[in-house]
């Protein structure tokens, strides 16, 4: 018989991916579908299994949580799995408050978050800090240039915690200006 530790250590070892239309005018399941194959195969590739998809439609309001997110949170309280990966940040939402709110939440359930597009670790204190800037860096305009040259937001954030360690902390006053 498997005791309760053992289900709950191998389910912490399960990988599941969450992705979403992220946009009103793409055909339904068009991100969807190209978003599952792609993160199911780089995930095989490094020798990992794909315990579950969770995917929603972009017709989901953006006002409320989504019922699929919620069911993934609830489905990471359980234990069910380990990890979450997805295509960018924006995929779980395009706040960085809410974000936030998401990766401390599966935080506290063991869950970690991985990105293809974005490379940060939050189990880190730099990657946390990057994480962190990222989720800032959503609601400004450095999000928009980004996104236009094709920079992974995670480059950004490590360019102005670089700037920032240069000039003292000036860059956070003027992103805080920046959100509000």
Same mark, same amino acid.
């Given at each position: ?8 250590? *191998? ?6 991916? +969450?992705? /979403? ?5 793409? &055909? ?15 995930? !095989?590739?490094?020798? +990992?299994?794909?315990? /579950?998809? +969770?995917?929603? &439609? ?35 939402? &395009? ?5 936030? *709110?998401? !990766?401390?939440?599966?935080?506290? +359930? ?18 946390? /800090? ?21 920079? &992974? ?10 700037? @920032? ?11 805080? @200006?920046?959100?509000?």
């Amino acid at each position: 018989m498997i005791s309760r530790d053992e289900t709950e250590q *191998q389910n912490q070892e399960k990988i599941v991916i +969450y992705t /979403r239309n992220t946009s009103w005018t793409q &055909p339904e399941g068009y991100r969807v579908h190209r978003d599952v194959q792609v993160l199911k195969d780089k995930c !095989e590739r490094v020798g +990992y299994q794909v315990s /579950r998809v +969770y995917w929603e &439609p972009s017709s989901e309001s953006n006002e409320k949580r989504r019922k699929v997110l919620k069911q993934m949170l609830e489905d990471a309280a359980e234990g069910l799995f380990g990890a979450v990966v997805v295509w960018d940040v924006f995929t779980l939402t &395009p706040d960085g408050k809410e974000l936030q *709110q998401i !990766e401390r939440e599966l935080a506290r +359930y063991g869950v970690e978050i991985f990105s293809v597009m974005e490379p940060f670790d939050t189990s880190t204190g730099e990657g946390l /800090r990057v994480f962190e800037y990222m989720c800032k860096l959503l609601n400004t305009r450095h999000l928009r240039l980004a996104a236009m040259q094709g920079i &992974p937001l995670s480059l950004v954030a490590r360019w102005l915690i670089k700037d @920032e360690n240069k000039k003292g902390g000036e860059f956070d006053a003027e992103l805080s @200006e920046a959100t509000t």
